[in-house]
């Protein structure tokens, strides 16, 4: 009986360290080439801006995201980040409708800011709305090395 109740405790202290590290990133995925992370709502696409350790990973839209009015966001690799998006967009043919991003009068505006090396494929871009970039395009602002295509 002892000895049951030391691996019950042993398993549940191994279990609770487990949730405790793992954090879901998106709505799921790893950030491979064999599992990018999911993007299916808006707030997975928000967060992509916000974690710039990211940036190089593979990304998949599995539906369209609609952006409220009256929501503004950030772009990604923006300025501010001191980053560029390297990773990989597959829009799968998917849209965003009705983003309105805010560069902050950065040098380089778009719903990605600055893409070097990077890929952003299949996307569906509607309506999108940027302010106060200095050199802006609606999908990229600054492209280097990168490629876009089926956009």
Aim: charged share 15%; glycine share 14%.
């Amino acid at each position: 009986m002892k000895h049951h109740l030391s691996f019950a405790l042993l398993f549940c202290v191994v279990l609770s360290g487990i949730s405790a590290d793992a954090e879901v990133r998106y709505s799921g995925g790893a950030g491979t080439l064999q599992s990018p992370y999911l993007i299916n709502t808006l707030d997975d696409w928000i967060a992509i801006a916000g974690n710039i350790e990211d940036y190089s990973s593979y990304f998949e839209l599995t539906k369209n995201i609609e952006f409220p009015d009256g929501l503004t966001i950030e772009p990604i690799a923006g300025e501010g980040t001191g980053a560029v998006f390297q990773g990989v967009l597959d829009g799968r043919g998917f849209a965003l409708y009705c983003p309105t991003v805010d560069c902050h009068g950065e040098e380089f505006g778009g719903l990605f800011a600055r893409v070097d090396g990077g890929t952003i494929k299949n996307l569906t871009l509607w309506d999108a709305n940027i302010l106060n970039g200095e050199c802006s395009g609606s999908l990229v602002g600054q492209l280097k090395g990168g490629l876009i295509s089926k956009c």
